[in-house]
Structures are given as structure tokens and as C-alpha cells.
């Protein structure tokens, strides 16, 4: 088995093991691609959206947030578009019964192309060493140019033939490709369909009358239908923006990257309002700052890229993903598009209702431009377990498992330990969890050796170990453990509280993206 197959499994065990992430309704077996998220991964979870929350809408004065509602009225999805076209293509495998994206797997084969000229590259650097001109190699060497040839020609067949809704190429394509179903090596396709992502539901009490309503499968449009009334009631002038985190939900085809790929799950957005012609402008700016709000959080440069959109969506004139080093390779983590007036526009079409801003500066009314940073909450959940989740062999030769949490962002900041359950020690650790709980989400636990109890805080990602012992009760001190070092130090006990702030307060990682 390849080995980042091992390191997701033990992601996914490990989540499910320590509390953070469940199956749906799991004593039925579950639901697939839902999740719930338990005890630990839910304060985890919250703390991501706080980190996201601040850093849009408490340090922007221009900036407000809102919380609109999942169910909106049926004309939103039609004028925004996704009655008609957020669909994708399918196509099953009649033996296997298995059901795929006809796209990922056209891409899925040109992914395999670019392995192999990757191969060839590495191959040759090894046998060349400092010599090496990888910009040469690429452009010369006559079998990466072959890979790399049949990439372009594929992908942009793909592009032209979903573009025209042609989806008998798209079977042609995979037959002539000779694609198989990856788990069973089926070649007997059905035909290609597409298939709206939106789930639909009623509202209404009888089923003669009942108005046939969906599911949103993005947050922004609770956004765009309430730009008049944010922008009236909160005063704002361009450029300004809405920020929102909620619930969307879409169908997916293929769901079987645990929480990467969910029915149900989380987005974090934030609508930038501009005046037309100056956001390309905003959208570098936004691009830059999102960047910076990953970055701080000390996952590594190296583990995030920039992937331009060659081919837009209709309604953009510029989008990247920002992608990251998942478990299974690069993937979008977050979107960033420069949405253009499409969104208000179409709005203002279907609702009959005026969506525009006037403008003292330039004394006229128009549609305000978008730019967008739309992130999932869950995606994000997924990049900072499955990176900070280390086995690490220590000295004994014996292995610990640590979950390197950015402090701000762990379930609980510290754990309070008396070393024994006896001679008034725990009534000393509860003292102090008392003292501290209002400041902090404090973590208590006399059972098991204390060695034991350091594990499992390290597994949970709780940066300071508190443990009082005998001592303790005679000078008022504490022995106080690090989780990423293990070193250990005696401290006051009237200092704890200034101790755990200056390590887990999100002032030191907000102020590293300003
Ligand atoms: P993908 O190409 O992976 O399907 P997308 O381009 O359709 O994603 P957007 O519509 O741009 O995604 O949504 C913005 C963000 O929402 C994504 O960057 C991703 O983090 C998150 N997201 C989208 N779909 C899902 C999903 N099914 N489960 C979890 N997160 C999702």
C-alpha cells in the first residue's frame, strides 16, 4: 500500500479515536460523505471559524458579517444560475456498478501522464546532478514534451466538449483513452450524463401545493440578495465587504475523500464590494492576504500553491485555488474569484428590484463588482489535522503520536494533572482550573500515570500540562509541560494565567497577517 495511503487511514482512525470526527448516524452505518464532529473536533472547528471571523470582520472596519438562512426563495438559484448549470458529468460502470465523474477521470489519467514525466525528470537529475537545467530538460527532452503534449491536447478536448455540452465526446475520450474503473479495470461505460449538484425538498404543508425549494450549495448568494440591506443598514461605502459562515450542500457524485469531499458541509465567504474596473486590483490584494492568513498559521510555505484557472466560469474574469499538500496530494483548499457584477446583475433581472450603489465620488449609481475568498471550513479542518498529526520516535526508541495544533486553535489550552488522587492535590489542580476556566478551556484528568495522561493530551493537541504535586500544596508552584518540546518547567502558580495567554491568545497570530 503507498504510504500516504497509510497516513490518511491513520488521519481518519486517529480523528475518530480521539473525539474530533464521527460517521453520520454511525450504529446504522452510516451516511455517506456525512459527518459529525464530536466532542474535541468541534472546538477545533470553532476555533477555525473564530480565527476566520477576526481576521475578516474584526479587523476590517469594512467588513460585517451576517448569517443568512440555508433555505432561500427558489428564483435565487435560477438567476444565479445553478437551476440550469451546477451540475457535472457522470458516468457509471455497468459491471462494477460504480459511479464516477467523467471528468476526474480524464483528469485522473492526465495526472498519471504528468507522474511519468515527473519520473523522467527525476531520473535525469539524478544521473546529472549540479549539471542539471530542469528549464531545459522540460522544454528539449522528447518524452516529457510527449506527456506533457497529450495533457494539453486531452484537457482541452475535455474543456471544449463540456463547454458544448457534447458528452458523447467525453465517452469517446475515455474509450479512446482506454480508461478503466480503477478499482476493478471495467472498460463498459453507460453514457455520460450530467447531474445537478442541488438537493431539492418542499416547503409547504400539502404536496399539491408545496413550492419545490433546494438545499443552497454555496453561502454567497444569502450574500448577494442582502447586499441593499447590509449596505443601507450598516452604512458601508465601497469597497466593503460581507463575510458569512454556513452550512451548503451538494450532492456530490464522488464522495470518498472523508471530509474533503462532503453532502453537507461548511464555507467560510466573504463578498468583496467594489466599484467596476478596479477589482483586479482587490482580487491581488485579497489574494496576497488570504495567503498570509495560511501562512501564519506555521504549516510551511512549501505545503501551499497558487493554481490559476486557465478556463474562467462565466461569470469570472480572473480565480485561483489556493491548494495545499493534503495527505493525498495538492488540492483546493480555498477559492478566490473575481466574480465580476454577474451575480447582483442577474438578481436585479429576476427580482425586478434595484441592486445598485450610488457612488458620491464618482456621482453615479452602479452594480457594484465582487471579489470573493470562499473557503471550507472542513477542507481547512482536514489541512491542519492531517499536517499536525506527527508520530515522532523519542529517544527510548518508544513512539508518541502528537497532534501540533496551533495553540490558538486547540480544543483545550491546558490540562490540569495532580500527580496522585489523593493528599489534597486534586482539591489544589481543581482550584486552579476554576481560577483559569473563565479564560480558558481547561482540560482536567486524575486517572492513569501521569506519563499516560501526557500522551493523551498530546494526541488531543493541548499545548501545556499542568501537573501539581506535592510540592505544589507547600510553595504554591507547578510543573509545566510543553507539548511540542516535552520540556518541562517549574512555575507559580500565580502565573499561570499570564503564562497560557502569551502562548495560545490570538493576538499572536492575528497580527502576523496585518
Ligand atoms: P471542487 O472543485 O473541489 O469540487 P469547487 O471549486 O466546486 O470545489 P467552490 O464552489 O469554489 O468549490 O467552493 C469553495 C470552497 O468550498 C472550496 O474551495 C472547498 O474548500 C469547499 N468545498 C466545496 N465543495 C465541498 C465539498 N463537497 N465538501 C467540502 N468542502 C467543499
Known amino acids: 500500500m503507498a504510504k500516504q495511503e497509510d497516513v490518511f487511514k491513520k488521519v481518519i482512525s486517529h480523528a475518530k479515536e480521539y473525539g474530533f470526527i464521527f460517521s453520520s448516524s454511525e450504529i446504522y452505518d452510516g451516511l455517506s460523505a456525512v459527518y459529525d464532529y464530536g466532542q474535541n473536533g468541534t472546538e477545533l472547528k470553532n476555533n477555525i471559524k473564530k480565527y476566520w471571523w477576526m481576521s475578516m470582520v474584526q479587523l476590517h472596519r469594512n467588513i460585517v458579517g451576517i448569517d443568512a438562512s440555508i433555505l432561500m426563495h427558489p428564483t435565487t438559484w435560477e438567476a444565479s444560475g445553478h437551476v440550469k448549470a451546477f451540475s457535472d458529468p457522470l458516468i457509471d460502470n455497468k459491471d462494477s456498478k460504480k459511479r464516477f465523474r467523467a471528468d476526474v477521470l480524464i483528469e485522473e489519467y492526465c495526472a498519471r501522464l504528468e507522474e511519468k514525466a515527473q519520473k523522467e525528470i527525476g531520473k535525469a537529475k539524478k544521473r546529472l546532478g549540479k549539471a542539471f537545467d530542469k528549464k531545459r530538460f522540460e522544454t528539449t527532452h522528447p518524452k516529457v514534451l510527449e506527456y506533457r503534449g497529450k495533457q494539453q491536447s486531452i484537457l482541452s478536448r475535455m474543456a471544449q466538449s463540456l463547454e458544448k455540452e457534447n458528452l458523447e465526446d467525453i465517452k469517446k475520450l475515455i474509450e479512446e483513452l482506454g480508461i478503466a474503473d480503477p478499482d476493478t479495470g471495467s472498460k463498459n461505460w453507460t453514457e455520460v450524463r450530467q447531474f445537478n449538484l442541488m438537493f431539492g425538498t418542499k416547503l409547504g404543508a400539502s404536496t399539491e401545493n ?153 456621482n453615479e449609481n452602479y452594480v457594484p463588482y465582487v471579489v470573493e475568498t470562499s473557503i471550507g471550513l472542513d477542507r481547512m479542518f482536514l489541512a491542519l489535522f492531517s499536517h499536525c498529526l506527527k508520530e515522532e520516535t523519542l529517544e527510548d526508541q518508544s513512539v508518541r503520536t502528537v497532534l501540533s495544533l496551533p495553540p490558538a486553535l486547540a480544543p483545550f489550552k491546558a490540562a490540569i494533572l495532580p500527580l496522585v488522587k489523593k493528599d489534597g492535590l486534586p482539591e489544589y489542580a481543581e482550584g486552579i482550573v476554576n481560577e483559569l476556566k473563565y479564560d480558558f478551556p481547561m482540560y482536567y484528568e486524575e486517572k492513569d500515570a501521569i506519563g499516560k495522561r501526557y500522551r493523551r493530551q498530546d494526541a488531543i493537541g493541548t499545548p501545556l500540562c499542568i501537573t501539581v504535586d506535592h510540592n505544589s500544596l507547600k510553595d504554591h508552584t507547578v510543573t509545566l509541560r510543553d507539548r511540542d518540546t516535552m520540556k518541562q518547567e517549574r512555575v507559580k502558580t500565580e502565573n499561570l494565567r499570564k503564562i497560557i495567554d502569551e502562548k495560545v491568545n490570538f493576538r499572536t497570530l492575528l497580527s502576523k497577517i496585518e
Open 210 to 362: 408545496a413550492t419545490e425549494i433546494y438545499l443552497r450549495p454555496e453561502t454567497a448568494q444569502g450574500i448577494f440578495v442582502n447586499f441593499p440591506n447590509v449596505q443601507k443598514t450598516s452604512r458601508q461605502r465601497l469597497p466593503f465587504g460581507i463575510a458569512q459562515i454556513g452550512k451548503a450542500f451538494r450532492n456530490e457524485i464522488v464522495a470518498r475523500q472523508f471530509i474533503f469531499r462532503m453532502r453537507e458541509f461548511e464555507q467560510m465567504e466573504m463578498q468583496f464590494f467594489v466599484p467596476p474596473g478596479t477589482e483586479l486590483m482587490f482580487y491581488e490584494e485579497w489574494k496576497e492576504k488570504r495567503m498570509k492568513w495560511h501562512l501564519a498559521l506555521g504549516l510551511g510555505k512549501e505545503n501551499y500553491k497558487f493554481h490559476d484557472h486557465e478556463k474562467l466560469a462565466h461569470y469570472a474574469n480572473a480565480a485561483t485555488d489556493i491548494e495545499f499538500r493534503f495527505p493525498f496530494g495538492f488540492k483546493e483548499l480555498e477559492g478566490i474569484h473575481s466574480r465580476t457584477d454577474f451575480d447582483l446583475s442577474a438578481h436585479e433581472k429576476f427580482s425586478g428590484k434595484k441592486l445598485q450603489y450610488f457612488d458620491p465620488e464618482r
